[in-house]
């Protein structure tokens, strides 16, 4: 029964998604150009996925009955969330083809369990994670060591765009910031000088064929990415090459199967750090549906089909913007982006991700500036940075 989905002919097969945002939405559109359908398993009304997809479950991911439903329609199953519960990953994995595993993002969801894995595999990857201690109660900060001072305490799980961290000088800072994590589990890791930060996506198919894609280099702006440039106007062709063969020794360790983004930082001195890890495609990798021969979200396609992985070459060179819902804000009154203008970019790539309503820090959609030059490209954003105001 855990077979991968076939590439349908006459009568047209489902996958599933466990998700209903835009990383669905953009994986629901990759795969109905191949044929399929897709049903999307989300507890929101009207959310980006769902919007595309054939059809929209509405239910929290861990309904009975929905599961039911999805596994009786559906041949294989994926997800675009990394939070999803991984009990009905494991639940669905019993009668059909699910990637990736309940295992593997289990790991993706811990911070404290993501470190233990790098850290084992760094002896092979030569890259370990930053130095931390695990917090899990208020006598554990009494045996904090004060190299780990000024750090960062983050909460295991359910973190993302900055949420979730306290960044503390000392001991006393440390103890005030774990008093209002409400006694959840934490990790605290130290602050590191970062030079930049680089992502590298990865897919792996159920065959354990592996691709890796150019890495990427990302800027953020309080916590949320702001841009993405690739090639990387920072790493070296080593350093590139060394978070490369890391990628794919992490993702072939866990036998992943699926897309697969891991974040690394950069230090001052030139040596790297891996950061963490997301079970799905990523934002960072939303270049390479511009600028690659295929982009991460057909590869997630094609390991949901057992189909042979997309060419991960990058034809040409690329900048992402993020656009987040602070653009459609000009102090009271709410105003409408000029996406004629940015149209008007011979360069400009816009996605929208069909969201209701923006918020400030909401992800609305992105664009991608893709040229024959970095530079046509990185003209292009400053115009559109201008526009956009
Ligand atoms: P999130 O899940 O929110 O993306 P991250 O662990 O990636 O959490 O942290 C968010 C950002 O905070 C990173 O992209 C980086 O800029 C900064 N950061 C995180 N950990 C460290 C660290 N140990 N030293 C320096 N900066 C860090
Ligand atoms: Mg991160």
């Known amino acids: 029964p855990q077979r991968a989905a076939q590439l349908p002919n006459s009568s047209s097969s489902y996958l599933g998604m466990l998700g209903g945002g835009q990383l669905g939405r953009m994986f629901v559109h990759e795969a109905q150009a191949l044929g399929f359908k897709v049903l999307v398993l989300e507890p929101e009304a009207d959310c980006p996925a769902g919007q595309a997809a054939d059809q929209h479950l509405q239910a929290a991911y861990d309904d009975p009955e929905a599961l039911a439903k999805m596994a009786a329609l559906c041949a294989s199953i994926t997800t675009e969330f990394e939070n999803v519960p991984a009990a009905s990953l494991a639940w669905l994995a019993q009668t059909r083809f699910v990637a990736p595993s309940a295992a593997c993002v289990s790991i993706a969801q811990n911070r404290i369990e993501e470190k233990q894995f790098f850290s084992r595999c760094a002896l092979e990857t030569g890259i370990y994670p930053a130095p931390h201690a695990v917090i899990a109660s208020l006598a554990d900060l009494e045996t904090i060591s004060d190299a780990l001072f000024p750090g960062i305490l983050k909460t295991a799980r359910m973190g993302y765009d900055g949420k979730g961290q306290v960044r503390v000088k000392n001991l006393e800072e440390l103890r005030d910031a774990y008093s209002n994590m409400d006694g959840v589990l934490c990790v605290l890791e130290k602050m590191l000088p970062l030079a930049y930060e680089i992502s590298v996506l990865v897919a792996r198919g159920a065959n354990g064929e592996a691709v890796v894609y150019p890495i990427a280099e990302n800027v953020h702006r309080e916590g949320v990415l702001f841009t993405t440039t690739v090639p990387s106007p920072h790493v070296s062709a080593d350093a590139a090459n060394q978070a490369q063969k890391a990628a794919l020794k992490l993702i072939a360790d866990i036998g992943y199967v699926g897309v697969l983004c891991i974040e690394f930082f950069v230090l001052k001195d030139g040596s790297m750090v891996v950061n963490e890890m997301a079970p799905r495609p990523h934002n960072s990798g939303h270049y390479t549906m511009?600028?690659?021969?295929?982009?991460?979200?057909?590869?997630?396609?094609?390991?949901?089909?057992?189909?042979?992985?997309?060419?991960?070459?990058?034809?040409?060179?690329?900048?992402?913007?993020?656009?987040?819902?602070?653009?459609?804000?000009?102090?009271?009154?709410?105003?409408?982006?000029?996406?004629?203008?940015?149209?008007?970019?011979?360069?400009?790539?816009?996605?929208?991700?069909?969201?209701?309503?923006?918020?400030?820090?909401?992800?609305?959609?992105?664009?991608?500036?893709?040229?024959?030059?970095?530079?046509?490209?990185?003209?292009?954003?400053?115009?559109?940075?201008?526009?956009?105001?």
């Open 290 to 389: 511009d600028a690659c021969m295929s982009s991460q979200f057909a590869q997630q396609v094609r390991a949901m089909a057992g189909l042979p992985l997309g060419d991960v070459r990058q034809h040409s060179p690329c900048v992402m913007l993020n656009i987040l819902g602070d653009i459609w804000f000009d102090g009271s009154t709410l105003r409408s982006p000029a996406w004629d203008k940015i149209l008007a970019l011979p360069s400009a790539h816009l996605h929208l991700y069909g969201k209701a309503e923006p918020r400030p820090g909401r992800k609305m959609g992105h664009i991608s500036f893709v040229a024959s030059s970095m530079e046509q490209a990185q003209a292009d954003l400053r115009s559109a940075c201008k526009i956009l105001g």
